[in-house]
C-alpha cells in the first residue's frame, strides 16, 4: 500500500506562486508514475502533470510554461511548483500515484493511477 499526503496549498493573488508537495509513504518504490490532477468546483478533474520515474515529464496545456513537476525519489516526495498563477487555477489539487509503466498518452487517464491523496485546495484571487 502507498499513502499519499498532499500539503502547500492556499490562497494567493493572480501572478503569485505556490509549490504543492505530496508525500508518499510505504511501499513507495514501485511507484513508476505520479501525477498531479485538479478539480474545480463544478467540474470534471483534470490531469495537470504527471512524471515518471526517470523523469520524463508531460503539461497540460493550460498550465505549459507556468507550472513546473518534479519528483525526488529519495524523499518520496512529489512537488508542482506553481507560477504566474490565475484565477482558474484555483482547484482541490490531487497527487496521484501509479506503479504500472503506461504509454504517455494514458499519464492523465485517472485509471491508471493506484493511489490517491485527499487533496489540498488552491485558490487565487484576481
Known amino acids: 500500500q502507498v499513502q499519499l499526503v498532499e500539503s502547500g496549498g492556499g490562497s494567493v493573488q493572480s501572478g503569485g506562486s505556490l509549490r504543492l508537495a505530496c508525500a508518499a509513504s510505504?511501499?513507495?518504490?514501485?511507484?513508476?508514475?505520479m501525477g498531479w490532477f485538479r478539480q474545480a468546483p463544478g467540474k470534471e478533474r483534470e490531469g495537470v502533470a504527471a512524471i515518471t520515474r526517470d523523469g520524463s515529464t508531460t503539461y497540460a496545456d493550460s498550465v505549459k510554461g507556468r507550472f513546473t513537476i518534479s519528483r525526488d525519489n529519495a524523499k518520496n516526495t512529489l512537488y508542482l511548483q506553481m507560477n504566474s498563477l490565475k484565477p482558474e487555477d484555483t482547484a482541490m489539487y490531487y497527487c496521484?500515484?501509479?506503479?504500472?509503466?503506461?504509454?504517455?498518452?494514458?499519464?492523465?487517464?485517472?485509471?491508471?493511477?493506484?493511489?490517491w491523496g485527499q487533496g489540498t485546495e488552491v485558490t487565487v484571487s484576481s
Open positions: 510505504g511501499y513507495t518504490t514501485s511507484m513508476y508514475l
Open positions: 496521484a500515484a501509479s506503479n504500472s509503466v503506461w504509454d504517455s498518452v494514458r499519464w492523465f487517464r485517472e485509471s491508471v493511477y493506484n493511489y
